[in-house]
């Protein structure tokens, strides 16, 4: 059973294959966080010893009801601040006599089979009962009437800790929730790493390890959107943690909106790291019997380093977080019109991109912006989603209905939740975008965001995409948002509620792409915001796949990928090979390179084929049809990172499929010099009592190729390598 309650000592095990998660209650009814590792079966019998006590003479260890303990020391598994713990709260109020302190103790616990949805929002799931056991545990503040309730879910099969928290207000007075974090651990010690994922647009997911020397390490948004500039992801590996050895602490945030991950160290060397959404400009109004459910934080510990880490999530999210007909199909290879034609093109334009598209083997046409209202350029039209006539004659339907008679697939670009100030949209509702009364609305990229904590604004998305959708030839959507919130203000919320507005904003967002996917269950949706600016878990959940980055550089796109493949599966990340030079970095990489690492992830195209010469078709035909050969192993199978473009000066992995049948091999370089030494990259995760095969009929053991590896010599700057290699029948 992976959830045990031992009633004699009260303490709650949360087991999975291979990490343990153990919660005790104390007498006085606070619960601690006493212990999350690796998976232990027990505790010794007298467990006061491992509980952290006060020390002599600290001025700052408040009294805890006359015992031996302050919370101000203790693990507490749910903190607040003020009742003794003088720390970081998960969690944070204002009662309706003006006062902030919150003690939460607890009261009842439910074990049960399976896992429960989340009201709402985003979160992991289960097709079977059996596959997870979940735990409640019920806290409360009598004189407040506030309940918490701290969910676990732990999985047979994965080694994650999801954790949740629902706020239920069942007095009489309104509470102002000001914080309402989701995950909170602890860790002992000073010898970490914290490892996050920062960057920009055009520079998503840039792998960052730095010392954490105590005090405060935050990474997090205000933006309204996850956004480019961090991650909702964050780490603490003990120093020296590599991709394959090392003990890694792992938080993945299953929401879209504004967040915060943080360590904070005590004087007495305990860590406390949690995630949630961000307390910074959030307060909810909790009514007399209503309930604020908080997102779902994925919670990873690995004893295997890096890698580990990231294969957990990578098994969980695509089979347990990814829905939909695309998470068990690979998916369309396809070409998108945004990087070869912009905004300015025509039907025919598009029928002749089509046209070579299929002789190359590419399987679906995705038009990208400037097919609506008039859109010359990304500067009007947003929210006026009817063809463009003079471009479109015979509308989206004509122009579907040919390129599926051709034998490919076609998708649409949207940016369904903004504006555009010169619109029809814009002329009929102006108070419909977030906004504040008199005061100046900001334009960034020429539009304004719609205020999706409306529920109008939502009705009208649906209605509009519905529309669109009900084209049976639509068969993908390319979802784009392409703005952070700014002057945030609704004209339908009152005062009291105005700062609710970003994070009922995502609810609004959610329930429109809930009420999307399923109404069109076999639309592929692809995700986009300016690139990754909202390539979260969250996210994950109604698109299965997510436009990376605006940057197609292939260098580049080396140390993205392999940030981005921190958290996200390989499959999720939309990968094209662009012309050259390329439109952001200005390098001009070979057709081979942009093609080998376009091919480590969900391949698509960004570029006119008219314009191709005969070594390029060739040569795209031969990178397509390998796609294709390796695209089930793309989708499913385990990542080995063996290079880091952000410490080895290349990169290079390894992708194995689950049964160690296939096999495919990367390496791109870029800071090599002419006759330097030779590489060596063994690989991982193999069958090494198999002997493997190269496509030139080369035979390998497994064990070779893990202990001897591939050995490289005068690889010049961004040379790039794909080794497929195939399990020979007879093993080794
Ligand atoms: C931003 C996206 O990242 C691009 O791929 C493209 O779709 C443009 N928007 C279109 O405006």
């Known amino acids: 059973m992976p959830i045990r309650f031992d009633s004699d000592k009260n303490v709650f095990y949360l087991h999975t294959p291979k990490t343990s998660y153990i919660i005790a209650v104390l007498e006085n009814k606070y619960p601690i966080n006493l212990y ?29 009801e006359g015992t031996n303990l302050s919370t101000d020391l203790l693990p507490m598994e749910y903190p607040t601040y003020g009742s003794s713990d003088l720390r970081t709260p998960a969690f944070h109020a204002r009662y309706s006599d003006g006062t902030s302190v919150t003690a939460l103790l607890y009261s009842e616990y439910r074990i049960m089979k399976g896992k429960k949805l989340l009201v709402e929002l985003p979160c992991t799931y289960i097709e079977d009962n059996a596959e997870a056991e979940s735990l409640e545990i019920y806290l409360r503040d009598a004189l407040k009437g506030l309940e918490v309730v701290l969910c676990y879910t732990v999985y047979e099969k994965y080694d994650a800790l999801i954790k949740s928290v629902r706020v239920h207000n069942d007095g009489n007075e309104n509470i102002r929730i000001e914080s309402v974090l989701s995950s909170t651990i602890h860790l002992y010690g000073s010898e970490y790493q914290a490892i996050h994922l920062a960057g920009a647009w ?4 840039n792998l960052l390890i730095t010392d954490f020397i105590g005090g405060k390490f935050s990474v997090d948004s205000k933006r309204g959107a996850s956004s480019h500039n961090h991650s909702p992801f964050l780490a603490l590996a003990e120093k020296g943690t590599n991709e394959n050895y090392g003990e890694v602490y792992a938080m993945s945030f299953v929401y879209s909106g504004n967040f915060i991950a943080e360590a904070d160290e005590d004087c007495y060397n305990t860590i406390r790291m949690q995630m949630g959404i961000n307390p910074f400009n959030f307060e909810w109004v909790l009514e007399p019997g209503q309930s604020f459910q908080a997102p779902e934080v994925v919670n990873v510990f690995s004893q295997d380093g890096f890698g580990g880490m990231s294969r957990t999530f990578h098994d ?24 070869a034609i912009g905004c300015n093109f025509d039907e025919n334009k598009i029928l002749s991109i089509a046209k070579k598209a299929k002789i190359l083997g590419i399987e679906m046409v995705v038009l990208d ?52 100030e010169d619109s029809e949209l814009y002329r009929k509702h102006p108070d419909w975008c977030i906004h504040i009364k008199g005061r100046r609305r900001n334009l960034a990229r020429n539009q304004l965001v719609l205020d999706l904590s409306r529920p109008d604004v939502c009705d009208y998305i649906i209605n509009f995409m519905t529309e669109i959708l009900s084209d049976r030839n639509v068969s993908y959507i390319k979802w784009d948002m392409n703005r952070y919130m700014s002057d945030i203000g609704s004209a339908s919320l009152p005062p009291e509620k105005q700062r609710e507005i970003p994070h009922r904003y995502m609810l609004g967002l959610y329930k429109v792409l809930e009420n999307l996917i399923s109404n069109f269950p076999d639309v592929l949706f692809e995700g986009c915001a300016s690139g990754g600016g909202r390539f979260d878990a969250g996210m994950l959940y109604y698109f299965p796949q997510y436009w990376t980055s605006d940057c197609t550089d292939a260098v580049e796109r080396m140390s993205i990928q392999y940030g981005t493949s921190y958290v996200m599966p390989i499959a999720a990340i939309g990968a094209h090979i662009s012309a050259v030079p390329n439109k952001v970095t200005r390098r001009s990489c070979s057709l081979e390179t942009r093609g080998n690492v376009a091919i480590c992830g969900q391949l698509g195209f960004e570029l006119d084929p008219n314009v191709l010469n005969d070594y390029d078709v060739k040569m795209i035909k031969q990178i397509i049809e390998k796609y294709k050969q390796m695209r089930e192993t793309i989708h499913n199978g385990d990542l080995y990172r063996l290079k880091s473009p952000f410490y080895d000066g290349m990169s290079a992995c390894n992708i194995v499929s689950k049964d160690k049948e296939n096999v495919i091999f990367f390496l791109g370089t870029f800071t090599s010099k002419p006759f330097s ?22 035979v390998y053991s497994g064990e070779f190729l893990e202990n001897y590896g591939f050995l490289f010599e005068n690889v010049i700057d961004y040379t790039s390598y794909i080794i497929l290699l195939k399990k020979q029948n007879n093993g080794g």
């Not at 969980?316 to 019109?337: A, C, E, F, M």
């Not at 350029?377 to 989206?396: F, V």
């Open 36 to 64: 999350y590792g690796k998976r232990i079966e027990g505790l010794p019998d007298d467990i006061e010893n491992i509980i952290p006590t006060r020390r002599d003479g600290g001025g700052s260890a408040q009294d805890m």
């Open 202 to 205: 055009a520079r998503e997911q």
């Open 316 to 339: 969980l999210y695509r089979s347990r977080l990814v829905r939909g007909k695309y998470r068990d199909t690979v998916r369309p290879i396809l070409i998108n019109s945004w990087e």
């Open 369 to 420: 912006d400037g097919w609506f209202g008039h859109r010359d350029a990304p500067t009007s039209s947003l929210g006026d989603w009817y063809p463009n006539k003079k471009k479109l004659p015979d509308g989206i339907k004509g122009l579907s209905k040919k390129i599926v008679q051709m034998g490919l697939k076609f998708g649409l670009w949207v940016e369904p939740e903004m504006i555009s």
């Open 677 to 698: 030494g030779k590489i060596r990259i063994k690989l991982k995760g193999l069958d090494k009592n198999a002997s493997y095969s190269d496509k030139e009929g080369k």
